[in-house]
């Protein structure tokens, strides 16, 4: 009943399985969306598809291609599950690329490249804790922030509108009332680190209050 299962497929399948496993770890510890199971499963089906691919072709005579082709357009329909929109901002780009990438290294690794999943896979890792270490580090990565300023001039609101057009973030969800102390203002922006504190000393430029704070990203199901 095995006749069709060989050492070298069962390699195959075992090894993708643990490529996507040691990404979906680094994407578990994280508390990103698609753990361990789901890049397992992705790099496991991708290298299941490109062995039937190559089989069915082998045996029936057509193209070793045809099958294995059809992986990208699927990952596509699974990695937009990923991402969400939430107040105004796209949230789950990178976990998407993360699982495309996966994909890719199940096929390799299905088609025999053992070397080149394994180099995929050490690349994929470091962009995601290396690269992703130093844009925590040095404030590149644009965050959502919530911005909250206090001011008694009259005019509190078309300055911080000024000032917030010259910083050149994205904002959205503005809201501004008068209170006992003068005129309330409350934003939300995109910015990295740098932005938030140039924008934070320019708005208190304007002699009020201002209060920061990060908004947690909601996290995809």
Known sequence: MLHDLTVHEVGRLLF?????????LERELGHRPAGIR?????????ALFTIVSFQMASTFTGDHTRIAAQIIPGIGFIGAGV???ERGAVIGITSAATLFVVASIGMAVG?????????TTLMLLGSLVIVGNLEQR??????LMSFRITANAPDTVERV??????AGVRTRDWK????????????????TLPQERDL???LGALHGRVETRLVPPVTPL
């Open 16 to 24: 993708a399985a643990l490529l996507g496993g040691i990404v979906g």
């Open 38 to 46: 789901t890049n397992m499963l992705i790099a496991l089906g991708a």
């Open 83 to 85: 991402v969400i929109r």
């Open 111 to 119: 088609a025999g490249l053992y070397v080149t999943g394994l180099f």
């Open 138 to 143: 040095f404030g590149l990565h644009a965050e």
């Open 161 to 166: 509108r000024q000032i917030v057009d010259q």
């Open 176 to 191: 501004s009332h008068r209170t006992d102390d003068g005129f309330l203002i409350e934003f939300e922006a995109e910015a």
């Open 200 to 202: 934070t000393t320019r």
